[in-house]
């Protein structure tokens, strides 16, 4: 429970919007509580005070407040949705960016661990949630309890002065209670939160799981079995949603209880005096109802967040500190390297050099490695055992702004985003060749308006070619890059990578690349063989 607390304030002090931010919508949302409250109280007075002194004049003070509360009610409302649109939206634009930067440092192996299911779609929604925690957690709350306090402050104001001071603590005490009730009532209802989670998550994943089999099973008529199996997780389930419904109307019932009480001591403590002022009092306790179905709506949002916030921490983990500079000697050095997939190892205690400009062809039968293994080398992915470096420097220390400007990736599908095929060219790099230059090379026809989902598949393999030289790069690795082309494109994408100068490195079946290349590394059988 404790643990539950401290992350909700944890995330409450990351959340914070900046101050004057902060400042102007906790602002708007107390005065806008306020002016509710007021016109409230005020319209139902005005009816006493009809009642007990008709005329015009004796009605028409109280009258024109009210009008006044009607007219400013609107642009108030306007100023306090404005304001928390303000802070929603610097909220998602803030932890969208916080969770870009977050998974993108991650390696492909921790990708694939969380792209299972909807994960990261989870992940998405977790981040929008967060903006929830100040805008429709803490603002309402503080709101709501502001809006309390001016409500007791004006009951010992009332006539006879000095006469309702009793009856004003006695209704704060009661609404303290209430809202204390209401505060301890968080710690349950994060706890059957989390639970339900689970058991929603279990029995989803059996569902899973037998969707793979039911179909035969059903042909076979063991349709008995799938309906077993899925009974504990069902039970379970039913369990925590009723878990989870006593709880919540347990704690809904803090604010009519709590309500029921102020009106009952303030009927039995308040002194004599007018019944305008008697009336005004019975409704400032009844407003503790609309105050405290506010705080209780914002700790639904806070527990909504507080499951957000376990989740995204545990994405939350610091990458290691890479900060080495890019080496002198740019010799790709593979010592002692094993990759494992699914718990299969696929290469096993894997060594070789590449020295600077030379070509190396990586080979070996479906399944073998070779993707894997480029992408350690990419720097994308980490081995399980062994290490890869750049000279003397492992690539794990290679700071990633600084990898990112000498070492380029294209994989065997170009994933790149929509959009005009030059903007895509150049965007978020920085360009030092001239690509339009290149792509003529290439013999790619992709001209201003070309979109590059209206390109080829050979076609958008060169652009992506283009675009990975694009920067310059010292290394260059490439999967399968000439697997939709002929002999004439494929000698015209070898030209390309010869005269840049670069070391090439390319996953290949392609005999003219193997042909072309000064090494060739096989990873047939769980090891590595070269051959010049």
Known sequence: MRADR??????IQRAK?????????????????????GLFVGAVALLVVSATRPGLRAVAGILIVIELFAFLRSPIR??????????????????????????????????RAYARGDLLERALQDTDELQDLWLRFVLPAASSLVALAVGDVVIACL?????????????????????????????????????????????????????????????????SFLDRRLD???????????RAARQRRRSALVAPLATVAAVIALRGVAPTSAPVWTVVSLLLALATFDALSAIRTALDTAVAVSAAAERLEELDVAPAVADALWPSDTTVRVDRVTLREDARTILHDGSFEVAPGRHVAVTGPSGSGKSTLLRVLAGLDVPDDGAVSIGRTPITEIGEDVLREHVAFVP????LLR?????????????????????????????????????SRGQSQRVAIVRALAIGPDIVIL???????????TAAVIGFLAASGATVIVATHDEQIIAWSDLVVDLGGGAITTAQ
Do not use: C
Not at 6 to 11: G, K
Not at 412 to 415: L, N, R
């Open 6 to 11: 401290d992350r909700l304030r944890r995330w």
């Open 78 to 111: 306007f100023n306090e949705r404005m304001s928390a649109h303000r802070l929603g939206f610097a909220a998602v634009s803030r932890w969208r960016r916080w969770l870009l930067v977050t998974v993108g440092l991650w390696s492909v192996r921790r990708w």
């Open 159 to 223: 006539a006879p002065r000095g006469g309702w001071i009793a009856a004003a603590v006695l209704v704060a005490v009661i609404q303290g209670i209430g809202v204390v009730a209401l505060a301890a009532s968080a710690d349950s209802l994060i706890a059957v939160d989390r639970w339900l989670r689970r058991a929603r998550g279990e029995f989803r994943a059996t569902l899973v799981a037998l969707s793979t089999v039911s179909p035969e099973l059903s042909l076979l008529g063991a349709r």
């Open 419 to 455: 959009g005009y095929a030059r903007d895509v060219l150049a965007l978020g790099r920085r360009v030092v060749r001239p690509i339009d230059e290149d792509l003529i090379a290439l013999g790619v026809d992709a001209g201003p308006a070309t979109r590059w989902e209206e390109l």
């Open 479 to 489: 999967d399968e890059p000439t697997s939709g082309l002929g002999r004439e494109e």
């Open 17 to 37: 919007p900046p101050r004057g931010a902060l400042i102007k919508a906790l602002v708007a949302g107390t005065i806008s509580s306020i002016t509710a409250l």
């Open 232 to 242: 504990g997780p069902r039970e379970a389930l039913a369990g925590a949603e009723a």
């Open 412 to 415: 065997a599908e170009t994933g």
